[in-house]
C-alpha cells in the first residue's frame, strides 16, 4: 500500500502509534510531505526513523527549508575572524530570527540537533537536503501528485524539479485557494495548513474536489492523519 502524511512536527509517538495503526511493513511505501521538524519534542527520532527506512519518501516543507537556512551554515566550523564574517551575515540572523519565532518552533529542533554528535548532526542535514520537492506518482489509475503546498500556478512544480533548496522559500508559504475550483486531472494532495482554518470539523482531511489537505493540526493538539492512496481512506491517530 501507498500512504502518505504530513506535518509532523516532531510528534514522534504518534507516527509510531498511526503506523501501528496503519500496519506500515516494509512492503509499503510512506510519502511524508514536509514539516517532520519544529514545535514538537522529537524532531531528531522523526528524522531518523524515516531515514532508516528505504520505503519513506521524504519532501520538503518550509519548516526544513527553515531549517536548512539555519544549520547549513551555523554548525559548520568557523575557527578564524574570517569565517565569523562569511557565517553571520545578515540574512542568517534574518533567518534564525525567523525560525526561532516561537510560532515556528525552530528552536527545539535546534537544541535537539546541539545534543548530537557532529557526524549524526552531518548525516541528518545531508538526509534532509535530499528530500524532493515533490512526488508524482499513479497509483490504481489514479495521478496523485504530492507536495507540501501548491498555489495557482499548478505548472510551477516542474520549474522547481530541480531548483536549489534556497530558491524554494516563497513556494514553500504559498498557500492555495482552498475555495476555488480544482477539477484536473492530477490529485494534490498537501500539507502546511492545519485544516481547523478551513472549517473542517474536529480536524479531519479537507478535500474539495482534486485537492486533498491532510495537515490536521497533530502538534497544535489535532491529529496525524495517514490517507491510503489506494483505497482513498483516511486513518487518523
Same mark, same amino acid.
Not at 519534542?41 to 527553515?66: A, C, D, F, Q, S
Not at 470539523?201 to 489506494?230: P, Q, S
Given at each position: 500500500?501507498?500512504?502518505?502524511?504530513?506535518?509532523?512536527?516532531?510528534?514522534?509517538?504518534?507516527?509510531?502509534?498511526?503506523?501501528?495503526?496503519?500496519?506500515?511493513?516494509?512492503?509499503?511505501?510512506? /510519502?511524508?510531505?514536509?514539516?517532520?521538524?519544529?514545535?514538537?519534542?522529537?524532531?531528531?527520532?522523526?528524522?531518523?526513523?524515516?531515514?532508516?527506512?528505504?520505503?519513506?519518501?521524504?519532501?520538503?516543507?518550509?519548516?526544513? /527549508?527553515?531549517?536548512?537556512? *539555519?544549520?547549513?551554515?551555523?554548525?559548520?566550523?568557523?575557527? $578564524?575572524?574570517?569565517?565569523?564574517? !562569511?557565517?553571520?551575515?545578515?540574512?542568517?540572523?534574518?533567518?534564525?530570527?525567523?525560525?526561532?519565532? $516561537?510560532? &515556528?518552533?525552530?528552536?527545539?529542533?535546534?537544541?535537539?540537533?546541539?545534543?548530537?554528535?557532529?557526524?549524526?548532526?552531518?548525516?541528518?542535514?545531508?538526509?534532509? !537536503?535530499? +528530500? @524532493?520537492?515533490?512526488?508524482?506518482?499513479?497509483? &490504481?489509475?489514479?495521478?496523485?501528485?504530492?507536495?507540501?503546498?501548491?498555489?495557482?500556478?499548478?505548472? $510551477?512544480? @516542474?520549474?522547481?524539479?530541480?531548483?536549489?533548496? /534556497?530558491?524554494?522559500?516563497? +513556494?514553500?508559504? $504559498?498557500?492555495?485557494?482552498?475555495?476555488? *475550483?480544482?477539477?484536473?486531472?492530477?490529485?494534490?494532495?498537501?500539507?502546511?495548513?492545519?485544516?481547523?482554518?478551513?472549517?473542517? !470539523?474536529? &480536524?479531519?482531511?479537507?478535500? &474539495?474536489?482534486?485537492?486533498?489537505?491532510?495537515?490536521?493540526?497533530?502538534?497544535?493538539?489535532?491529529?496525524?492523519?495517514?490517507?491510503?492512496?489506494?483505497?482513498?481512506?483516511?486513518?487518523?491517530?
Amino acid at each position: 500500500m501507498h500512504y502518505a502524511v504530513s506535518d509532523i512536527h516532531g510528534c514522534f509517538d504518534e507516527l509510531m502509534r498511526l503506523m501501528e495503526k496503519i500496519g506500515f511493513s516494509d512492503e509499503d511505501t510512506l /510519502y511524508v510531505i514536509g514539516d517532520t521538524i519544529d514545535r514538537g519534542p522529537k524532531p531528531v527520532e522523526v528524522l531518523t526513523w524515516m531515514m532508516g527506512r528505504h520505503n519513506v519518501i521524504p519532501i520538503i516543507g518550509n519548516h526544513e /527549508y527553515m531549517m536548512m537556512r *539555519v544549520l547549513l551554515p551555523g554548525l559548520k566550523k568557523v575557527d $578564524s575572524e574570517e569565517e565569523i564574517e !562569511k557565517t553571520l551575515t545578515y540574512d542568517f540572523l534574518v533567518d534564525s530570527n525567523l525560525w526561532f519565532l $516561537s510560532d &515556528n518552533g525552530g528552536r527545539i529542533t535546534a537544541e535537539a540537533f546541539r545534543s548530537l554528535p557532529e557526524y549524526r548532526r552531518e548525516a541528518l542535514l545531508d538526509y534532509v !537536503k535530499e +528530500f @524532493s520537492v515533490y512526488e508524482d506518482i499513479v497509483v &490504481n489509475d489514479r495521478h496523485f501528485v504530492m507536495v507540501h503546498t501548491i498555489n495557482e500556478d499548478i505548472h $510551477s512544480l @516542474s520549474d522547481l524539479e530541480n531548483a536549489d533548496i /534556497y530558491d524554494l522559500g516563497a +513556494f514553500l508559504i $504559498s498557500r492555495p485557494d482552498f475555495d476555488g *475550483v480544482w477539477d484536473q486531472e492530477e490529485i494534490f494532495v498537501i500539507g502546511h495548513t492545519p485544516t481547523w482554518f478551513l472549517d473542517c !470539523k474536529d &480536524n479531519m482531511v479537507f478535500r &474539495n474536489g482534486n485537492l486533498i489537505n491532510i495537515d490536521c493540526g497533530c502538534v497544535m493538539g489535532g491529529h496525524l492523519a495517514a490517507l491510503c492512496l489506494e483505497t482513498m481512506e483516511v486513518f487518523y491517530e
